[in-house]
C-alpha cells in the first residue's frame, strides 16, 4: 500500500505533467488528506519558480487529484466525486 509521501509525488508528478496551464502559470498542489481507499490533493496554482502568485488567474476544472493507495493511480477528482470521498 502507497504512503501519504508516495502518494503525494505521485500527484506532484501528474500535476507537473500538465505543463504550462496559463502563460507562467503551472499546477502544483498541497498537502494530501487520506481517506479509505485514496489520497487526495487540492490543485494549486504556482508561477515558473514555484511560488504561489498574488493575483490568482482564474482557472476552471477538476478540484484536485485523487491517487488511490493500492494501484496508485492519480486521476483528477471533480467536484461532485470530492463530495463521495467525505
Known amino acids: ?15 507537473k505533467e500538465r505543463g ?3 502563460p507562467g502559470i503551472y499546477f502544483d498542489v498541497e498537502d494530501g488528506i487520506e481517506y479509505s481507499n485514496c489520497y487526495y490533493f487540492d490543485y494549486m496554482i504556482v508561477d515558473k519558480n514555484g511560488n504561489v502568485p498574488d493575483a490568482h488567474p482564474l482557472i476552471a476544472g ?8 493500492h494501484s496508485e493511480k492519480a ?3 471533480s467536484f461532485g ?3 463521495e470521498l467525505k
Do not use: H
Open 62 to 69: 477538476a478540484v484536485g487529484i485523487i491517487v488511490d493507495k
Open 75 to 77: 486521476e483528477d477528482i
Open 20 to 22: 504550462e496551464v496559463l
Open 1 to 15: 500500500m502507497v504512503t501519504i509521501l508516495k502518494a503525494y509525488e505521485i500527484a506532484r508528478s501528474y500535476a
Open 81 to 83: 466525486r470530492f463530495s
